[in-house]
Nanobody
Framework: QVQLVESGGGLVQPGGSLRLSCAASGFTFSAYTMSWYRQAPGKERELVAR????????NYADSVKGRFTISRDNAKKTSYLQMNSLKPEDTAAYYC?????????WGQGTQVTVSS
């Protein structure tokens, strides 16, 4: 059974940091590109960051470049999103995604709220 379980969300003040984790099971994690998406109320889901299966390449949305870092540990079957210098506009539900040819999996999401 494929599972992606996100954790690490919560309430943080502007300028603060959070680290999200995505624990995977039920598929060959090391063969999948991992991504983090987010969706704010009333807005479409958007790509935040992506990392290739080996971790050799990453890309980021312009809005988070220099503040967020995506990483992965294939031995632990876990992807991470380190979020620094958080802004109120980063408030959203954050979703983990795993992608390979013909396969596409989603986690259930974790809420991040940036507010004073």
């Amino acid at each position: 059974q494929v599972q992606l379980v996100e954790s690490g969300g919560g309430l943080v003040q502007p300028g603060g940091s959070l680290r999200l984790s995505c624990a995977a099971s039920g598929f060959t994690f090391s063969a999948y590109t991992m991504s983090w998406y987010r969706q704010a109320p009333g807005k479409e889901r958007e790509l935040v960051a992506r990392i290739t299966s080996t971790g050799g390449s990453t890309n980021y949305a312009d809005s988070v470049k220099g503040r967020f870092t995506i990483s992965r540990d294939n031995a632990k079957k876990t992807s991470y999103l380190q979020m620094n210098s958080l802004k109120p506009e980063d408030t959203a539900a954050y979703y983990c995604n795993a992608r390979n040819i013909g396969r596409f999996y989603w986690g259930q999401g974790t809420q991040v709220t940036v507010s004073s």
